[in-house]
């Protein structure tokens, strides 16, 4: 597995801006894949592998990218179809399998934080924020990921799908990441990229912020999210809006679990 990549990347210094404390008691949930790191490289990486494998041809990386973002499966699936070939439903496991271990075994070669990212999670972190991962990515991917890129110890809890009731855009991942996190939805935030995280938020009555920079077949700006950014260095000024705002007057009580 590879080691830390804490080192072969650097963020520009950022002057914090939100006072010590001011968003104590706030939990702030994070999407992991096209929301805090650009994994689409390591994971079209690992399906061109598989293809090439499969004696197929490979994909450019640049119109790839929007296969990324619904899993694994779906991933393969779409890259098979894309790739000029029919897919047997009893060939799937096997492929997967065998894809897991290629993305193991590559997992941080060229995935990266996107820009801003490091900065933020830290600035919110001083103010008082605790942070987590609500992914629909395994947890173990997840963690694998975030271990190599020095980036585990800023969360206080990485929730994927295997430890969800359901996944998002069942509200009760959200609601579980944030409870495993020490939190309450009501005062509490999602960052997101893609349609699940958004409904998901929705379906909870927390606050949404997406990133335009994403995986989704939806525009952005079309998602319904309650804020739309553009670069991670926005991130903390409407956090400190939306959470200062939500411990005056909280958003309507969590519906029950479905």
């Known amino acids: 597995m590879a080691a830390a990549l804490a080192p ?7 002057r914090l801006t939100l006072p010590a404390h001011s968003l104590a008691g706030a939990t702030i949930a994070f999407d992991l894949d096209g929301t805090l790191v650009d994994t689409a490289p390591d994971l079209i990486g690992a399906l061109n592998h598989l293809l090439r494998e499969e004696a197929l041809p490979e994909l450019p990386l640049a119109s790839a990218r929007m296969l990324v973002g619904k899993g694994a499966r779906a991933l393969i699936e779409r890259g098979f179809a894309v790739a000029g070939a029919h897919l047997e439903p009893a060939k799937i496991p096997g492929l997967f399998d065998r894809f897991i271990a290629l993305y193991l075994d590559r997992i941080a070669d ?3 934080p ?5 900065a933020a999670l830290d600035e919110l972190a001083a103010a ?12 173990d991917l997840s963690l694998a990921l975030l271990d190599a890129l020095g980036m585990t110890s800023r969360f206080a809890t990485v929730f994927g799908a295997d430890r969800a009731p359901a996944p998002k855009p069942d509200p009760r991942h959200l609601f579980a990441a ?7 939805p009501e005062h509490a935030l999602m960052v997101g990229d ?5 409904a998901a938020a929705r379906a ?11 995986y989704t077949e939806i525009a952005p700006g079309e998602l319904g999210a309650d804020h739309l950014i553009d670069h991670f260095d926005a991130l903390p000024a409407i956090a400190a809006q939306v959470l200062s705002r939500a411990s005056v007057a909280p958003c309507p009580a969590a519906p029950a679990a479905l």
Do not use: H, W
């Open 8 to 14: 072969v990347f650097q963020e520009r210094p950022r």
């Open 110 to 112: 060229e995935s990266r």
């Open 114 to 118: 996107f820009d801003g990212v490091l």
């Open 128 to 139: 008082g924020a605790v942070l987590c991962v609500c992914t629909n990515k395994r947890t």
């Open 178 to 184: 944030i409870a495993a996190a020490g939190g309450t």
């Open 194 to 198: 893609s349609i699940s995280d958004i």
């Open 204 to 214: 909870a009555n927390i606050p949404s912020v997406v990133v335009s920079f994403g």
